[in-house]
């Protein structure tokens, strides 16, 4: 059978060329990228804009079979119309393949119009690179490369027309033209797995008006030249660079012959797919394509993969990385200090390079005691009024607005846990909301729900990182916009303006802050709080397990099932919980405890899917399962079991930052 190098494999192979050998090989090779392709869809919300993007293009032909020969065969009957519009064509060059998102033939001219769900700020293709020395930004150089790929592709299966191409994309600088459009295209998944977008209900004239288009189309000729005529890298780490065709014939002959390209370690090794990440979820027989390439390189054994390695290093410097790794210095332990350059910020506690330092000083003393600044925190602490109020929030952004008046990728903040710590110690989970009916753009609400909650005292507010803070800025921006339809605009925005902080491009740096401006626990975490078990990650997934583990009064305190019940721990949605249960010694990670509601979650930096069967236990996951409500078909049954799990996880995330309050009230 023709192994055939698609745009999908030639993607892989840019990130690193040895993951051909992995890809397409279940039986053998652990894949945490093994994602339901349905849940990609909803997640990235490309099927939609793909759908869309069609409607803007009306009276085209899909080719739909899965079928390679079939596809070419269909695509070139109908290329022999002098004007068509095909959707999904195919074309074959030797073995090269590549499926194209939409085509328009004009006699002998083709333009191919690759449709990426990605946002774009108006600016067009000049924005794709940089005005300085006129390179493709990295953030559109996958996208560019797809096209360039694609472009190639074709113009070698018919050298007789000349092809152009331009890439379509959200554009955040355009209004929604009417309300309810998002809700026009659907996602299903067939029996066989595959997935398949339709539009259940028509465009109206207004958003058929291109001028009224949320997805703009710009030419990428030019930059599909510069991806042609510029040096790669040897696939297998050679010294001699390669132009684009020989590039690509050496992965389509490397890919054809199924063998694979010497492994060397690089930055994409921190991201590699093609491993367990968490040991408990390997699939018993899979190989790891990691510890393969690593032993091959590197000649490691089983106990050297055990060892944190410098990608463990919180927040490093891309290119104090490239450089350790070019000096073939791998292992945490071999780090020198002198690739960290101190800098001290000026407030109390560790600056990030600090916090670097610290953890590289830990790891060659081989120290897994825990580090708390006891004097700054506690003086921290002190400032801190009762009530203590701790809140979280998940959000999502469509990329096809809900309503009039709306951009593309706006933020939508759905749900939110509200935690109170009391000054006499009582501790109670005390609100919740969540709001995930399809088409509701749930934003106003969702405000006025979180200022009922928080305007009965003037106790202080936490929050985890900047995503609240973010979010509500956000809010205030669209409440603002659309003033006139909000009755209570001006109590709202006075609200958010009262517990958030925001620069202004008049003051330059400077934040205006509110008088109840939130405080950032993630912030302090940084500062004052160090356990090599986090391995440099100052998530609260990594922070809770920390804390657990440290303190004894946690342990001891929740070990009883006090959660959820009379006289014990007020909660919404649990009964008689005991969160610690210690497992070979370590407290069990409560984000493990939480219902088995979806299987197979993939690990994946930019967007942790959910998919059929695992917990929720990740702030992606939350919105994952948000857009399955938004937009899948599904029983009310299984609607209300990912609402009712959708809300323990979010009350976890609010009990984490209490959890993480208590034990460092007991340590410091």
């Not at 690193?16 to 994602?35: I, M």
Request: with cysteine.
């Amino acid at each position: 059978m023709a192994r055939y190098l698609t745009k999908s494999r030639f993607k892989l192979a840019m990130e690193c060329p040895t993951k051909l050998y992995y890809t397409d090989k279940p039986d053998l090779y652990e894949n945490q990228k093994k994602e339901d392709a349905f849940l990609q869809a909803l997640a990235e919300g490309g099927y939609q804009v793909g759908e869309l993007a069609k409607a803007y293009y009306p009276g085209g032909v899909l080719v739909d079979t899965l079928d390679y020969d079939e596809a070419v065969r269909q695509t070139d009957e109908l290329l022999a119309q002098d004007t068509v519009i095909i959707y999904e064509a195919a074309f074959r060059y030797d073995n090269l393949f590549v499926r194209t998102d939409l085509i328009i033939k004009r006699g002998r001219e083709l333009e191919i119009i690759e449709v990426k769900s990605t946002s774009h700020d108006g600016t067009g293709a000049d924005g794709m690179s940089s005005k300085r020395d006129g390179t493709i930004r990295s953030k559109w150089l996958p996208y560019i490369q797809d096209v360039a790929f694609q472009k190639y592709v074709v113009t070698l299966a018919k050298p007789d027309l000349t092809v152009f191409a331009s890439l379509m994309t959200a554009d955040k600088d355009k209004a929604c033209p009417t309300d309810g459009l998002n809700q026009k295209f659907r996602i299903q998944k067939s029996e066989n797995g595959r997935v398949k977008a339709s539009q259940v209900a028509p465009l109206n004239d207004l958003e058929l008006v291109p001028a009224n288009w949320i997805l703009r189309k710009d030419p990428v000729d030019e930059l599909c030249d510069l991806v042609y005529s510029a040096a790669y890298p040897a696939p297998d780490g050679g010294a001699n660079e390669l132009d684009f065709a020989s590039l690509v014939a050496r992965l389509t002959d490397q890919y054809q012959r199924n063998s694979k390209f010497q492994p060397f370690v690089k930055a994409a090794c921190k991201g590699c797919e093609f491993r367990s990440t968490q040991p408990e979820s390997a699939v018993p027989g899979l190989q790891s394509g990691f510890e393969e390439c690593w032993r091959e390189a590197l000649g490691w054994q089983t106990a050297d993969f055990q060892q944190p390695t410098l990608f463990d290093i919180g927040s490093l410097h891309y290119k104090t990385r490239d450089k350790l790794l070019q000096a073939g210095v791998i292992k945490l332990s071999e780090v020198p200090e002198s690739a960290i350059t101190e800098k001290d910020t000026g407030r109390p506690g560790l600056s990030q390079s600090q916090r670097q330092l610290l953890q590289l000083r830990m790891a060659h003393n081989q120290d897994d005691s825990v580090w708390i600044d006891q004097a700054n925190l506690r003086a921290e602490m002190a400032t801190w009024v009762y009530p203590l109020h701790f809140i979280d929030f998940e959000t999502a952004m469509a990329a096809i607005p809900y309503n009039q008046g709306l951009h593309p990728y706006e933020g939508i903040a759905f749900q939110f846990s509200h935690h109170i710590v009391h000054a006499d110690g009582r501790i109670e989970h005390k609100g919740q909301y969540l709001n995930a009916t399809p088409g509701v753009f749930p934003n106003f609400d969702f405000v006025r729900a979180l200022k009922n909650e928080l305007s009965d005292d003037q106790g202080s507010i936490f929050r985890y990182a900047q995503h609240e803070n973010t979010y509500l800025r956000i809010i205030h921006g669209q409440i603002q916009a659309h003033a006139d339809q909000i009755p209570d605009a001006k109590e709202l925005c006075h609200f958010i303006d009262s517990i958030t902080e925001h620069k202004i491009p008049q003051l330059k740096d400077q934040k205006i802050c509110g008088p109840r401006n939130m405080v950032d626990l993630c912030d302090l975490v940084r500062r004052y709080y160090y356990d090599p078990a986090m391995k440099g990650s100052v998530s609260i997934k990594k922070v809770l397990p920390s804390i657990l583990n440290r303190s004894p009064y946690l342990q001891e305190k929740y070990a009883q099932p006090i959660y959820g019940v009379s006289g014990g721990i007020q909660s919404l949605n649990f009964s008689g919980k005991a969160w610690v249960q210690v497992v070979d010694g370590q407290v069990k990670d409560p984000y493990k405890q939480l219902r088995v509601l979806f299987e197979n979650l993939p690990e994946d930096e930019d967007i942790e899917l959910i998919s059929d069967g695992e917990s929720i236990n990740q702030g992606g996951a939350a919105a994952m399962a948000y857009y399955r409500m938004q937009y899948d078909t599904m029983s009310d049954y299984e609607r209300q079991e990912i609402q009712h799990a959708l809300l323990e996880y979010c009350e976890l995330d609010t009990l984490a930052m209490v959890m993480l309050y208590e034990g460092w009230r007991e340590m410091i």
